[in-house]
């Protein structure tokens, strides 16, 4: 069922289909194309071939991505206030942030820029990332992620577009996974190293593949769940006061922040795993298509299981698994990558199943906070989300190039020492241990969306909505 509001002007829509499905994995394809790629081998590029300080790599991370949770919260806020086109709320500016988008993502990764002077290194870095993460990405990403609550009311259908997505951004990890290490990397004198006029070609193919992902998402999606007839938007202070009382909300945006930061802390030492500990950075695509190997695994089955089983409940087991195998890791000091591989891959289906299902989860969500407010606003309750988990990615980033520094990291160097090596090998192990096992108690004892209110919020609205209508 479908509302509009008096001032919206809205094409016909046709059922919700496979072809929604599709496209909403396009969209994702789209974004992780060129996200994954920034956030496994940038660190890289700016240390290994740009010669930037790790420190300074760190704060500019932190610095820029925490102004990134900001525009992002701002940019949803104007999503659910701006008069719509006929072609939706959200839709439109997938297409419209696009073109800037992949222009930027591939002009990170000017090689020339080496030949500069420290300062100027450091500020074209700042820049370039400001405008590709704080202005560009954000008007992508949240448009897109705030499309899936208005495709569909269904409950199920909106697990299935969560899954979707999931797949299209585990795609894109087996695509960044496999073609740039081939193409980075290479041994010289027995020692693993980078190539850097590689990153700038590697950087244009995403980019241009990224924008034929987002325009095939917005040729097959479509909004279907409109503003309810004469409901007037809260000031933001006000909606904000809501939200703040919003459980299920506040323990989401932890349980993210959480989870990204250790998934992009590992993340952003797992190059250095590979390259500096097992000295062989072309396994990192191995590795790394290891790592979304369980959730291309878990694809097919995550929405039926999450409905028969609950998607708090089937998370919190399978966190608390892998975050017993990292801690395993740990302790054991694997020196052998394909055990390391093997096990990591086991490890994989708690994070990867999370985040297969954590856009249904958003979408449970903004129910949740439209039965308790009788309020609706998509756009800024998935920015806000967004922004618990730029914070991670903000403190990733910064904790990434500080870590390395304290472990002793030399950048540019093509060796570093036996305390520097042990050191990456226990970020990458105990980090995501500790972590996950952290998420999983959020889940546990805070989160409050089990099965059994889920299905009760979706009762609740449907009869809402049916009284409207009548």
């Known amino acids: 069922m479908t509302y509009t509001s008096a001032t919206e002007s809205i094409e016909a829509v046709r059922p919700f289909t496979w072809r929604d499905r599709v496209g909403y994995l396009f ?27 790790a420190a300074h790599v760190g704060t500019l991370f932190l610095v820029i991505r925490f102004l990134d949770a900001f525009t992002d919260v701002g940019w949803g806020r104007f999503l659910d206030r701006h008069v719509p086109s006929a072609a939706g709320r959200f839709r439109p500016w997938i297409i419209r942030g696009a073109v800037p988008l992949v222009v930027m993502s591939a002009l990170l990764y000017v090689p020339f820029v080496a030949d500069w002077a420290y300062a100027a290194k450091l500020g074209w870095a700042a820049v370039t990332y400001v405008l590709w993460g704080s202005v560009f990405y954000t008007v992508v990403n949240i448009s897109y992620g705030s499309l899936a609550s208005v495709m569909t009311q269904e409950p199920t259908e909106r697990a299935s577009l969560s899954v979707f997505r999931g797949v299209g951004a585990n795609v894109a990890g087996v695509l960044v996974a496999l073609l740039p290490p081939l193409f980075l990397y290479a041994t010289v004198d027995g020692v693993s190293q980078v190539l850097p006029s590689a990153f700038f070609a590697t950087g244009i193919v995403f980019a241009v593949a990224a924008l034929l992902f987002y325009v095939a998402c917005y040729s097959l999606v479509r909004e279907r769940v409109r503003a309810i007839p004469g409901r007037e938007k809260p000031g933001f202070a006000k909606l904000v006061g809501s939200l703040a009382g919003n459980r299920a909300l506040l323990s989401l945006m932890s349980a993210n922040l959480v989870l990204i930061l250790s998934s992009l802390l590992t993340g952003s030492v797992g190059a250095y795993l590979w390259l500096n500990y097992f000295n062989n950075g072309a396994l990192s695509g191995v590795a790394a298509l290891a790592n979304v190997l369980p959730a291309l695994i878990a694809a097919p089955f995550a929405a039926r299981l999450g409905r028969r089983f609950g998607k708090k409940e089937m998370l919190v087991v399978l966190l608390f698994g892998s975050a017993a195998i990292y801690i395993l890791l740990f302790v054991l000091g694997v020196s052998s990558p394909w055990v390391f591989i093997a096990l990591s891959v086991i490890a994989g289906f708690g994070v990867g199943t999370f985040n297969l299902l954590v856009w249904a989860i958003i979408g449970d969500v903004i129910d949740h906070e439209e039965v308790r407010s009788g309020q609706r606003d998509d756009g800024t309750v998935y920015a806000i989300n967004t922004w618990a988990r730029k914070l991670g990615l903000a403190l990733a980033g910064g904790l990434g190039g500080y870590t390395l520094a304290i472990i002793g990291y030399q950048s540019g160097s093509a060796t570093q020492s036996a305390g520097t090596i042990d050191g990456i090998y226990t970020i990458a192990t105990i980090v995501p241990g500790v972590l996950y096992a952290v998420v999983a108690v959020i889940l546990l004892f805070w989160y409050p969306l089990g099965r059994r209110v889920v299905e009760d919020n979706s009762g609740e609205l449907e009869r809402r909505r049916s009284v409207m209508v009548s």
């Open 27 to 53: 969209g994702d394809l789209g974004n992780d194309s060129v996200f994954i790629f920034a956030s496994s081998y940038l660190l890289v590029f700016y240390t290994n071939v740009l010669g930037l300080n």
